[in-house]
């Protein structure tokens, strides 16, 4: 997976700083903290999106499966932290992901508004895959670096199955402007946030 695929499957506009993933490798603790937390978000959002779109089956089928396999993601951060004598911590607020949310707007037709959530989860399971890349690459824990490299697929399978279906329910056309719109979006947030040592995003 090279700097080729951040830039043209996952679209991102802006590679990560470079700089993360030695000041992220000196905070493993944290990281891995704030990366048990990620995957529990993740979850909560299958979860929330089944509970608003009880009518969309297509999307209860897929979240119910992105829902178990966030879960097991979960759980094996938790047994990484574990074989490291370390607990879960407490959650800190994900600035990035709320930054994001703002622009799933609010109002107008229900499958606007469900485009928008999905691309949004899109493109945090891009910039998520984008940072088990780097981390998978860089990191000197053999057993991490096998672990950050099967999430790298595994997100990477999840931002596509979001972009596909939003496309069940809106215009294909539609769907792919919005992403643009909300990859430039992405770009600029990141750009704003410094890199931090103890955090996924
Ligand atoms: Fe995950
Ligand atoms: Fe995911």
């Known amino acids: 997976m090279s700097s080729q695929f951040t830039k043209t499957i996952l679209r991102l506009q802006l590679p990560t700083d470079p700089r993360w993933v030695n000041i992220a490798e000196k905070n493993i603790e944290e990281i891995l903290v704030d990366h048990a937390y990620c995957e529990q978000k993740a979850a909560t959002s299958g979860i929330s999106l089944i509970v608003k779109y009880p009518d969309k089956t297509r999307l209860v089928e897929e979240m119910t499966d992105l829902v178990a396999e966030e879960w097991s993601h979960f759980e094996r951060v938790l047994a990484e932290l574990k074989k490291r004598g370390w607990g879960l911590g ?52 053999e057993d991490l670096q096998k672990f950050y490299y099967e999430l790298m697929v595994s997100e990477a399978g999840h931002y596509v199955s979001f972009v596909k279906l939003a496309k069940e329910y809106m215009p294909a056309e539609v769907v792919d402007a919005r992403l643009n719109e909300l990859l430039e979006i992405e770009a600029d947030i990141i750009r704003d946030l410094e890199p931090r040592p103890d955090r996924m995003h």
């Open 90 to 141: 407490r959650n800190r607020p994900d600035e990035y992901v709320v930054e994001l949310t703002k622009h799933i707007r609010k109002g107008g037709q229900r499958e606007r508004q469900l485009m928008d959530h999905l691309l949004v989860n899109a493109l945090i399971e891009a910039r998520s895959c984008e940072r088990f890349k780097l981390l998978w690459k860089n990191i000197q824990d």
